[in-house]
């Protein structure tokens, strides 16, 4: 029931760049629900990494970086590390669905 | 941040109900200003959201999962609960509690516990 696409998996070098993307619709992201992103290792629970759409908590790096458009959203990893190694998800609120809705999830390898 | 600690049985025979229980510590369930939320993760899957509980008692659920159902909590022991009727092997997941902020129940999932397998076979 993911609302919110985003590409399976993304790969980069050490100390590149690498971009997911979260695409929604009118009834979440463009609705003007902001994003929020989460950092998951396996076997691990998920943890906050970016919220309302560019905003890092306390203890997040700022390699990790947010921004949203329209109905989409993206996350940047800068500077690629291998501890970056995870699956990344987006989540938002759904209108129609008058819920909260999660991404499909992006492996991120480096 | 809260700490949230997910308990219950791992494994639950099919047609029987999968009950859950989340103690919090940090944080009040009887306070405004947080939702308290149930999301799972089927294994090798993406996270859902199953629904969440506010601290006055109203509850917003999955509407797919709506009819079987029910997350309360209880104020004096600081938790809050899980049921789900009717379980089959697609209920087979890894259950996490987790907190969100504010007072709409839009952002987002700020405390999560450690998560919880539940496996639904007979």
């Known amino acids: 029931q993911s609302v919110l696409t985003q590409p399976p998996s993304v790969s980069g070098a050490p100390g590149q760049r690498v971009t997911i993307s979260c695409t929604g619709s009118s009834s979440n992201i463009g609705a003007g629900f902001d994003i929020h992103w989460y950092q998951q290792f396996p076997g691990k629970a998920p943890r906050l990494l970016i919220h309302h759409n560019t905003k890092r908590p306390s203890g997040v790096s700022d390699r990790f970086s947010g921004s949203k458009s329209g109905t989409s959203a993206s996350l940047d990893i800068t500077g690629l590390q291998i501890e970056d190694e995870a699956d990344y998800y987006c989540q938002s609120y759904d209108s129609d669905l008058s819920g909260s809705v999660f991404g499909t999830g992006t492996r991120v390898t480096v | 941040q809260a700490l949230l600690q997910e308990s219950g049985p791992g494994l639950v025979k099919p047609s029987q109900t999968l009950s859950l229980t989340c103690t919090v510590s940090?944080?009040?369930?009887?306070?405004?200003?947080?939702?308290w939320a149930w999301i799972r993760q089927h294994p090798g899957e993406g996270l859902e959201w199953i629904g969440y509980?506010?601290?006055?008692?109203?509850?917003y659920y999955n509407s797919s999962l709506n009819r079987r159902l029910t997350i309360s909590k209880d104020t004096s022991k600081n938790q809050f609960s899980l049921e789900l009727t009717s379980v089959t092997a697609a209920d087979t997941a890894v259950y996490y509690c987790?907190?969100?902020?504010?007072?709409?129940?839009?952002?987002?999932?700020?405390?999560w516990g450690q998560g919880i397998l539940v496996t639904v076979s007979s």
């Open positions: 987790a907190r969100v902020r504010g007072y709409t129940g839009y952002d987002e999932f700020d405390s």
């Open positions: 940090g944080s009040s369930v009887a306070s405004g200003g947080y939702f």
């Open positions: 509980i506010y601290y006055s008692g109203t509850t």
